[in-house]
């Protein structure tokens, strides 16, 4: 059973198209997150939600917008796609409310190459 | 969120024991460590968390002395699979608008 899951794994794009990531977790989780890993591989938080509600909004350009229709799926929106939006992003969940002490489960990844 | 140091690479042989550490200097009171491990085209995964003094689960143990200002994570006899990246996060609710993951460590097991 996949706790985590993402689609698609593979996204290959131009510059300026507008393109989205499904994420969804089957755990019953509160909160799930966006991550975004860049070539030298630091994995940086962009966004989290719990209940519905965003409650960290790291600044990432407003390009970006997650979008959550009920609490087991966490979607992530990119407008306007630019060469420096290439590098594989994760979604994650947790029981708790988001703090660091949570334990999260990753989701397996999806590889964003902008052209 | 706290600042971490690891060092960014380490090698071992099958069957050894290998012992990661982490620097926290600016550790606060309230802060937990959490070990997470990533292979390859894959995300993270949790190993261990801890507060003070040992902590023993069926992977790993995480020893953490007494100021708690550093930690070090214990992998009994590695095998080839345990060659990943270990990430080393100290911090507590909520999360800072800077929560990053840094480069971790990179083990790898050699036969």
């Known amino acids: 059973d996949t706790a985590v899951s993402q689609t698609p794994k593979y996204l290959v794009t131009q510059m300026g198209n507008d393109k989205s990531i499904k994420c969804e977790q089957n755990l019953g989780h509160d909160t799930m997150y966006w991550y975004k890993q860049d070539s030298k591989k630091f994995l940086k938080i962009m966004f989290s939600?719990?209940?519905?509600?965003?409650?960290i909004n790291e600044t990432v350009p407003n390009r970006f917008s997650p979008k959550s229709p009920d609490k087991a799926h966490l979607n992530l929106h990119i407008n306007s796609l630019e060469l420096g939006d290439s590098a594989v992003y994760f979604c994650?969940?947790?029981?708790?409310?988001?703090?660091?002490?949570?334990?999260?489960?990753f989701g397996p990844g999806t590889r964003l190459t902008v052209l | 969120l706290a600042k971490t140091t690891q060092p960014i690479s380490m090698d071992s042989y099958e069957g050894q024991e290998v012992n990661i550490t982490c620097s926290h200097n600016n550790i606060a009171t309230n802060d937990y460590i959490t070990w997470y491990q990533q292979f390859p085209s894959q995300g993270p995964r949790f190993i261990i968390q801890g507060y003070k003094t040992k902590v023993t689960n069926e992977v790993a143990s995480l020893f953490i002395p007494a100021d708690r200002k550093s930690s070090t994570l214990s992998l009994p006899r590695v095998s080839l699979s345990d060659t990943a990246v270990y990430y080393c996060?100290?911090?507590?609710?909520?999360?800072?608008?800077?929560?990053?993951f840094g480069p971790g460590t990179r083990l790898s097991v050699l036969p």
């Open positions: 939600y719990n209940n519905k509600e965003l409650i």
């Open positions: 996060l100290v911090g507590d609710p909520p999360y800072g608008q800077n929560f990053v």
């Open positions: 994650a969940s947790s029981q708790g409310n988001g703090g660091a002490s949570d334990e999260q489960f």
